[in-house]
């Protein structure tokens, strides 16, 4: 199983890291069920005052290509990720329009 490290800013914006929060408690079943067949077989997210991180867990049929394109011809992914834009937004370095950044791994015990 391989793991893969992400990061995202939330806008700097209490009320909207509050809702951002709570859609989380109560992500969509179809959320759900493509992050699942992806391959991916246990995520989890973090947050410190505005900055996300994100941990993927995933086995051997995953590959960020398959995802994106399976992502963009899914409708309610597509309406999920809008809506989160509304809350988002890259980090320092990040490309116009790119959401989560994968992380290299700079030190492991």
């Not at 394109?69 to 116009?96: C, F, H, R, S």
């Not at 790119?98 to 992380?103: A, G, I, Q, T």
Request: hydrophobic share 40%; proline share 4%.
């Amino acid at each position: 199983m391989d793991r893969f490290c992400l990061t995202l800013d939330l806008k700097d914006d209490p009320a909207l890291i509050a809702e951002y929060e709570t859609w989380h408690k109560n992500v969509w079943p179809e959320i759900i069920e493509s992050i699942r067949t992806s391959g991916i077989e246990n995520m989890q997210i973090y947050r410190f005052s505005n900055r996300l991180f994100m941990i993927m867990e995933v086995n051997e049929t995953f590959s960020f290509d398959k995802k994106g394109t399976a992502d963009a011809g899914n409708e309610k992914v597509q309406e999920w990720e809008t809506l989160m834009w509304k809350y988002q937004q890259g980090v320092p370095g990040a490309k116009p329009g790119e959401k989560w950044v994968l992380m290299d791994k700079i030190f492991e015990l």
